[in-house]
């Protein structure tokens, strides 16, 4: 039969050394031997002795174990005292995060309170022809800002807020 590469092979299935060259090895598990090793390193490869037979172990004696009922007498009779409450470490972490919760409410709610929109100086034009921009470098100045927006329009009025906590 003629195989793809042109080699032609027995066909009755016999070792195929005809394609390969004299003193190639085929490389198979079984045919790998440990002559020629040091002596250290075939000691590796030599057989364990049997497991030494031991004799059986001997049972202890099983110490005869009994009910507590005869040492009721001896329990105390009064009631115990009343025990203390005590909080875990969830209990606290959820009682603080509800009161800081209750406080930061109660902050807002002073804040919104006190907030006027119409009174503020700061709050001018229409909101809704106002853009914000944010995340602006700090070397960016009004004029700049304006500049690069007056190429979709023309721009009334450009002011720069900045951080009021510094």
Not at 49 to 71: E, N
């Amino acid at each position: 039969q003629a195989h793809q590469g042109g080699v032609c092979g027995p066909a009755d299935g016999a070792s195929r050394s005809a394609g390969r060259p004299s003193g190639a090895r085929r490389s198979l598990g079984s045919e790998m031997s440990a002559q020629g090793l040091p002596a250290h390193i075939l000691a590796l490869f030599t057989p364990r002795p049997p497991p030494q037979h031991l004799p059986p172990l001997v049972k202890k004696k099983l110490i005869k174990l009994t009910g507590s009922a005869d040492f009721v007498d001896f329990l105390p009779t009064e009631t115990p005292p009343p025990r203390e409450e005590w909080e875990t470490p969830l209990e606290r972490k959820a009682r603080r995060q509800t009161e800081k919760l209750a406080k930061h409410k109660d902050d807002l709610k002073a804040l919104i309170a006190e907030y006027d929109p119409h009174k503020d100086e700061n709050a001018v034009g229409d909101p809704f022809k106002t853009l914000f921009v944010a995340r602006i470098s700090f070397d960016t100045t009004e004029k700049k800002l304006k500049r690069e927006f007056e190429v979709f329009g023309v721009i009334k009025k450009t002011r720069m807020v900045y951080d009021q906590k510094g």
